[in-house]
C-alpha cells in the first residue's frame, strides 16, 4: 500500500505525486491526528493567556503577546514561581512587569534558579523593598548567571569602592550591569579614563552617578574620551565624564540639530561650546525643550540670549514650576511698580524656592505680601494644570 501511495497517478499528460496524501495516510495509519496536535497547542495556549490575565494580572493583549514566549497545560510550575515572588515582598503590580517583561520567568525552577540570586543580594544587605524594585526594573536579573555574572559584578564594584553597600546602589541604580562582561567591556572603559587622567575619585563618583556612561561599547568610549579631550575639557574635573556621557548618548546628526536650534536661539558657536563645557547636559535637553525656555526667556522676558548662554544651567530648570510662574509673576511686580527691570536671570530663576520668595515676597509689609504669596500661588496652579497662557507660549 505504501508503495502504491509512493507512485505518480498519471492524469492526461500531467504527473502528479500525492505526496501530502502519502504524508496524511502515512500519519493516519500510525495513530497520529495533526488537527488533534493543533488542538491541545491551541488549548495550552488558550490555558497559558487566561492564566497570565487571571493570576498574573495582564491585560488580555500582554498576556496574549507573552503567551508566545512561555507555555504551559497545568498550572502547577507558574504558580510555584508566583509563590515564591510573593514570599519575597514582590506587590501584584511587580508580579505584573515581571511576567510581562519576562514571562519565561514562570517556567524557572525556583530552587535551582531563583532563590540562590535572591539568597545572595540577601547576604549582601540589599533590602526587600530595593531587590523587588531592581528586579522589576530589569527581571533578567533572575536569568543570569549567579557564578559567571552576578558574582563577579558584584566583586567588581565591591572592590572598586572599598563598599559592599556602595556596590548595591549602583546596582540598584542601574541593574543591566549584571548582564556586562566587565573584562571585555567595563574594565577597558575604566583603563581608557585612566590613561587620560580622570582621577580615580571621579571614576568612583561616575559609577555611582552615571553608571551606564562606563558601560558603552569600548571602541565608542574611547573615541568619545578623545573627543570630549579635544574640545578643552579638563580630565581632572567631573564635568569630563559628563561630557562623555552626553556626547555618548546622542548621534552626530542629533548633536548637529541641537547646535542648530541654539544657533537660532542666538548663541554663538562660541558661546554653545563654552556653555557645553561649563554645563555638558546643555547638550542633552530636547530640541522643544530648549526653544520653549529661550523663546520664554528671550521673547517674554527680555532677557538678551547671550545672558543666558552665560547661565545654561537654566535651560534644565522646570517650564511649568519655575520659569513661567516665576518669570510672570515678576513681570506683575514689575508692572506694579514694585521691582525693577534690570535683575539677571540666575536671580529670578537659579535661587531656591526659599529665597526666592524671601526676595520677593516676604520682604513687603505683611499685607503686601499675603496679596503677593496669593498672586504668586495661583501662577505656580495654573502653570502646573498647563492653563497659564502667555502671548508667546
Known amino acids: 500500500m505504501l508503495y502504491f501511495l509512493s507512485k505518480p497517478i498519471l492524469h492526461g499528460r500531467t504527473s502528479i505525486k500525492i505526496q501530502a496524501l502519502k504524508t496524511h495516510n502515512i500519519l493516519y495509519i500510525l495513530g497520529t491526528n495533526p488537527s488533534l496536535s493543533f488542538s491541545t497547542t491551541s488549548k495550552q495556549q488558550s490555558f497559558t493567556v487566561s492564566y497570565l490575565i487571571k493570576t498574573c494580572g495582564l491585560s488580555p493583549e500582554s498576556a496574549s503577546s507573552a503567551s508566545k514566549h512561555v507555555n504551559f497545560e497545568t498550572p502547577d510550575q507558574p504558580d510555584s514561581v508566583i509563590a515564591f515572588l510573593n514570599t519575597h515582598g514582590f506587590s501584584k503590580p511587580q508580579i505584573a512587569t515581571i511576567t510581562g517583561k519576562m514571562p519565561r520567568i514562570l517556567s524557572s525552577n525556583v530552587e535551582k534558579t531563583l532563590l540562590p540570586k535572591i539568597t545572595f543580594f540577601n547576604s549582601k544587605g540589599m533590602s526587600s523593598s530595593d531587590l523587588t524594585k531592581v528586579i522589576s526594573k530589569d527581571p533578567k536579573v533572575l536569568e543570569v548567571s549567579l557564578e559567571k555574572k552576578i558574582i563577579p559584578c558584584f566583586n567588581f564594584l565591591s572592590n572598586l569602592f572599598q563598599s559592599d553597600n556602595d556596590a548595591l546602589a549602583v546596582l540598584i541604580l542601574w541593574p543591566r550591569f549584571l548582564q556586562y562582561n566587565f573584562d571585555s567591556c567595563i574594565s577597558p572603559n575604566i583603563n581608557v579614563l585612566r590613561q587620560n587622567g580622570v582621577p580615580e575619585l571621579n571614576i568612583v563618583k561616575g559609577f555611582r552617578r552615571i553608571p551606564y556612561t562606563i558601560s558603552a561599547a569600548p571602541i565608542v568610549f574611547k573615541e568619545n574620551v578623545a573627543k570630549v579631550k579635544k574640545m578643552g575639557f579638563n580630565p581632572k574635573r567631573f564635568n569630563f565624564i ?152
Open 242 to 393: 559628563l561630557a562623555v556621557r552626553v556626547l555618548g548618548s546622542m548621534s552626530k546628526s542629533t548633536w548637529e540639530r541641537k547646535f542648530d536650534v541654539y544657533n537660532k536661539c542666538g548663541w554663538s558657536e562660541k558661546e554653545i561650546l563654552k556653555a557645553f563645557k561649563c554645563h555638558p547636559y546643555v547638550m542633552a535637553f530636547s530640541e522643544d525643550k530648549i526653544k520653549a525656555v529661550m523663546d520664554f526667556l528671550v521673547n517674554v522676558m527680555a532677557f538678551q540670549a547671550s545672558s543666558v548662554a552665560k547661565q545654561p544651567n537654566l535651560l534644565g530648570l522646570s517650564m511649568e514650576k519655575r520659569i513661567v510662574p516665576r518669570g510672570l509673576f515678576v513681570k506683575d511686580l514689575i508692572s506694579k511698580g514694585l521691582l525693577e527691570k534690570d535683575l539677571g536671570p540666575w536671580i529670578l530663576f537659579g535661587i531656591t524656592e526659599e529665597m526666592f520668595l524671601n526676595r520677593f515676597v516676604y520682604c513687603y509689609e505683611e499685607e503686601k505680601a499675603s496679596e503677593l504669596l496669593k498672586l504668586y500661588n495661583e501662577k505656580l496652579e495654573l502653570a502646573a494644570g498647563g492653563k497659564l497662557k502667555t502671548d508667546r507660549l
